[in-house]
């Protein structure tokens, strides 16, 4: 709180019939209703307001016009004929963010009224320069629109729901809509004049999101030289932040980042310009690179249920319950070698009971480590931090191989599959699921919709790793299949007809990798996480707390 000789102004201004005392300091607009009567009343409290400038969404003068409209709706026709004549006051409308429940934000407003306009214009000018000052907030964005996403509403959110809260706060927008898949993506790394914006905005689901951060970071690397294809290269970081405007089935990275799905609340996280890092994995087989993640890399269960579900499209969302009940029975297992590179040194652990939170200190602490080590291994070459003692490799049968670098909660799993995963500490949580019963896995599921330990199963393990490799066990190369295909013809044609058709109970060599909702082409793979690599216009999901321990100025 500051002190109140710091304050820029303070006046006596009226908010609809009350009268105020009105300040603005460099952190905070504050209004407190003025006690008519010198006697204490211990039952009728004094009603005080504080707005953090950052939060300010916009000021604006209002009209006579407008200033006449509301009185017609507080007061009786015969006040204010009584004041008509003598009330040439002038007014000023302050918008700003208000916290509902469920981490939405919404958009409040408060009119004050000024006994003259140059106190009046005085009022605007200095919240206006306030809200200069603020260097993080956007001014210029170029915004992508999926109109295929989700129930295809993305255009609609965005004229309706968007675009007039950006115009109201002065952010212009480049918009393109989407013609086709990975035309986002495509049109980033090539033909976009990254320069003159603030950052990107993508409308639409996860997928969306996939595109925009495959772009951006092509092309960061590009601009800077860096092999994308080289898997042990260190990965520049982008300097334009990104925007999501949820409009999809899931919005797992929204939910992760904002705690809500909320078109109205991301719009406003990106206006009042709030910058949260996160990392990215990326994913490469024989140097060469395959895609990025940012959220969930699976292979078995939730690779089986993608791949199955992709020949349902035509059901919608519900596809995913289907193939997810489908992959259940047929209970397919798969067998493999995880070598994987432990997170030595580093804050938190898969099964702390602390969540990733807006400013969390497990990502500051564990990012600024990670920087200092980088730092230091780029002076000394030959001090490698991922030599090969620290390796660790397990082999065995495996239901699920997950890798989450967040919690990825969402409304169908509240907690994720990994709580206590965080956005941005250089780490991703490995989580093996080893051969079992249906029954026992069925726990296993369950345990995402429950508050109980994720983890606390004999055939349940995880670990914080900052890379691992994953080989299955029948990994040959084209060559060898052929030559196994004329050997055992007649065995491999049934094998591939019991895999079609698995209620035979004959399992599959392979699954397939599920890398945020796309089917990765290869099932051996190198993963590494890139340590903050993109920013997005979001803080973190605020704890309760947040919104009773705002310093309060009115306090006596």
Not at 290 to 308: A, E, H, I, N
Request: charged share 25%; net charge neutral.
């Amino acid at each position: 709180m500051e002190r109140p000789s710091r304050l820029l102004l303070l006046s006596e201004l009226r908010v609809r019939n009350a009268a105020y005392d009105v300040s603005l300091s460099r952190s905070l607009l504050t209004w407190k209703r003025r006690v008519s009567s010198p006697v204490y009343h211990p039952f009728r409290p004094s009603v005080c307001h504080s707005v953090p400038v950052s939060e300010i969404i916009s000021v604006r003068e209002e009209e006579d016009e407008t200033s006449r409209r509301r009185k017609i709706e507080d007061g009786s026709w015969k006040k204010i004929k009584e004041r008509e004549g003598k009330d040439c006051r002038q007014a000023f409308t302050v918008m700003y963010v208000e916290r509902n429940q469920q981490h939405r934000w919404r958009c409040a407003e408060v009119t004050f009224i000024c006994p003259e306009e140059a106190l009046c214009q005085r009022w605007v000018s200095s919240i206006r320069d306030q809200l200069a000052a603020i260097t993080s907030r956007p001014k210029h964005l170029l915004v992508y629109i999926n109109p295929y996403s989700g129930k295809r509403q993305g255009k609609h959110i965005y004229e309706q729901k968007v675009a007039p809260l950006f115009a109201e706060a002065g952010v212009s927008a480049d918009v393109i809509v989407t013609a086709h898949a990975n035309n986002a993506r495509d049109h980033l790394r090539t033909e976009a004049e990254l320069k003159k914006y603030d950052g990107v905005v993508c409308v639409g689901g996860d997928g969306m999101f996939s595109e925009i951060i495959h772009g951006l970071i092509w092309r960061t690397q590009m601009d800077g030289g860096v092999d994308p294809n080289c898997a042990d290269e260190t990965l520049a970081s982008c300097s334009l932040r990104i925007g999501i405007i949820p409009a999809g089935s899931t919005d797992c990275i929204c939910f992760a980042t904002v705690g809500s799905n909320d078109p109205v609340t991301s719009a406003l996280h990106i206006i009042v310009g709030d910058s949260q890092p996160m990392d990215v994995c990326s994913v490469h087989h024989n140097n060469t690179f395959l895609r990025y993640s940012v959220s969930l890399l699976g292979y078995g269960f939730y690779g089986d249920v993608l791949t199955d579900s992709e020949r349902k499209r035509w059901m919608g969302p519900a596809r995913y319950d289907l193939s997810g009940l489908k992959m259940f029975l047929t209970h397919h297992y798969y067998e493999g070698t995880v070598s994987y590179l432990p997170a030595r040194g580093t804050m938190g652990t898969p099964r702390d009971a602390a969540r990733c939170r807006s400013g969390c200190v497990v990502c500051q602490h564990n990012g600024q480590l990670l920087s200092e080590r980088a730092e230091r291994y780029e002076m000394d070459e030959t001090s490698d931090s991922e030599s090969d003692g620290e390796w660790r490799t397990i082999r065995g049968k495996f239901l699920a191989i997950n890798a989450a670098s967040m919690s990825c909660a969402c409304p169908r799993s509240p907690k994720g599959l990994s709580p206590a995963a965080h956005l941005a500490d250089g780490t991703t949580d490995l989580i093996l699921v080893r051969k079992c019963s249906r029954f026992d896995f069925l726990r296993h599921l369950l345990r995402h919709t429950s508050k109980d330990d994720q983890f606390d199963l004999t055939f349940v393990e995880v670990h914080r790793v900052r890379r691992f490799r994953f080989t299955p066990r029948h990994c040959q190369s084209d060559s060898d299949l052929e030559l196994d295909l004329r050997e055992h013809g007649k065995r491999q044609i049934f094998s591939q007809i019991c895999r079609d058709h698995p209620a035979c109970g004959c399992a599959p060599a392979y699954s397939s990798w599920n890398c945020d909702g796309e089917i990765l082409t290869h099932t051996a793979i190198d993963v590494r996480v890139h340590c903050q690599l993109i920013k997005l216009f979001a803080r973190g999901i605020e704890e309760p707390t947040v919104f009773e321990d705002l310093p309060n100025p009115c306090a006596i």
